[in-house]
């Protein structure tokens, strides 16, 4: 789940995040009086939407007072944003902040990010942050230094040393520093961070340090440990899809082929993915039933797969068994079918409880499906079927 700045930075301002005084405003008229109240000149106001670059397309505004505030805010507010990282169809701005501007001596990036490959984090920084830093790094104009850290253990007070030392932190700024690594550290444990990015830490001349801007990124699968944290999701900026998915208990992963995959059991999805990419075929999703969905949400899970139209064909591989069996995913994929008014052909493969009574399901909801006896005969004559589709 991503966040918010503002959110990001209340959150990890718990944690001893420095950053500028700010809130956050829907109208214009907000704007103006946060501007008042904060009592400081200059100001940045600040779009908030889920992307970066928004100072290169004109979402970050600045301001010397409450009437340029409001301003600002007027002509970012209900306006679409398009930055570098939003596509071509940009993002509302529904939302801004208005912060004390911080002048910088020097700008740093500061990130904390999950690396699979090591089953662990690492902290990640260079010496020029600011805009445009990806460009700057394919260019060669700029490099990461990182650092492993470690879940169970503090850092290695002379390697974060060297780390901030190699970043441009020095003297009583690189002390400070370490201070506030440490806070992300504990914030990114704590939260179940899979990303906290600071891009720019600004170094003031006096050596104090403050983040401009905060981008944060919760784990979803572990949002069932911060039920708090949950209600900060922005539903109107967040993908359907995703939303759609992780609301009807389904694993769902959009990829760019033309066979909708449907399976009940992460490994068989895996499995599955697997024989249609080995029979040559091009696998629109990975879906993964969990064994409480009712057959409702199976249905919207169907949905997701009928409103994607590159999808030429549906494979549904189902072992039935447990809490989950093949008449309740029939069922699903009936009422979708008859919700949406699409047909397309449907490949099944159906094995364990209840096979038979699904059979009945799909001639009692007029599905004329095409099923095969195995896994493999089944892929393949997805795989087929979709590339007659697409003749």
């Given amino acids: 789940m991503r966040l918010h700045e503002f959110q990001a930075k209340s959150l990890l301002a718990d944690y001893g995040l420095p950053c500028p005084k700010g809130a956050v405003a829907i109208t214009a008229a907000e704007a103006e009086s946060i501007a008042r109240d904060l009592g400081v000149a200059p100001l940045a106001v600040k779009a908030q939407i889920h992307a970066g670059e928004r100072g290169a397309a004109g979402g970050v505004r600045m301001a010397h007072g409450p009437a340029m505030v409001r301003s600002a805010a007027e002509a970012l507010l209900g306006k679409k944003l398009v930055t570098a990282q939003t596509g071509e169809g940009g993002l509302t701005v529904r939302r801004v902040y208005v912060e004390a501007a911080t002048p910088a001596a020097k700008q740093i990036y500061l990130a904390l990010v999950v690396e699979p490959a090591l089953g662990g984090f690492a902290l990640l920084g260079a010496a020029q942050g600011g805009e445009e830093i990806e ?3 394919r260019e060669g104009n700029l490099v990461r230094e990182r650092m492993t850290l470690s879940v169970g253990a ?6 974060l040393d060297a780390f901030l030392a190699a970043i441009g932190l020095e003297g009583a700024t690189q002390a400070k520093a370490a201070t506030l690594v440490a806070g992300l550290r504990r914030a990114f444990i704590e939260l179940d961070a899979s990303l906290i990015e600071i891009n720019p830490l600004a170094v003031t001349a006096d050596g104090d340090l403050f983040a401009l801007d905060v981008k944060m990124t919760l784990d ?9 944290l949950a209600s900060l999701r922005d539903e109107d900026d967040d993908d359907r899809v995703k939303l759609t998915s992780q609301r009807d208990q389904l694993n769902f992963v959009q990829l760019d082929g033309d066979i909708g995959l449907v399976s009940n059991g992460a490994g068989l999805g895996l499995a599955t993915l697997d024989m249609v990419k080995a029979a040559g075929g091009r696998p629109a999703n990975f879906m993964d ?10 249905a919207h899970g169907f949905a ?3 409103d994607n139209p590159a999808i030429k064909t549906l494979l549904v591989n189902v072992h039935g068994g447990g809490m989950q069996s093949c008449d309740t995913i029939a069922e699903g994929l009936g009422v979708a079918l008859r919700r949406s008014g699409r047909s397309l052909p449907v490949v099944v493969r159906l094995a ?8 009945t399901r799909f001639k009692n909801f007029g599905c004329a499906v095409i099923e095969e006896p195995d896994m493999a005969s089944a892929a393949q004559r997805a795989v087929t079927v979709a590339a007659s589709g697409r003749a």
């Fill in 135 to 137: 460009r700057r790094e």
């Fill in 154 to 159: 503090e850092p290695d007070p002379a390697e």
């Fill in 220 to 228: 979803d699968n572990a949002l069932f440990r911060h039920r708090d």
């Fill in 352 to 359: 364990g409880l209840n096979a038979e009574f699904a059979r």
């Fill in 289 to 298: 039933i969990r064994t409480t969905a009712t057959s409702l949400d199976i």
């Fill in 304 to 306: 997701l797969l009928l």
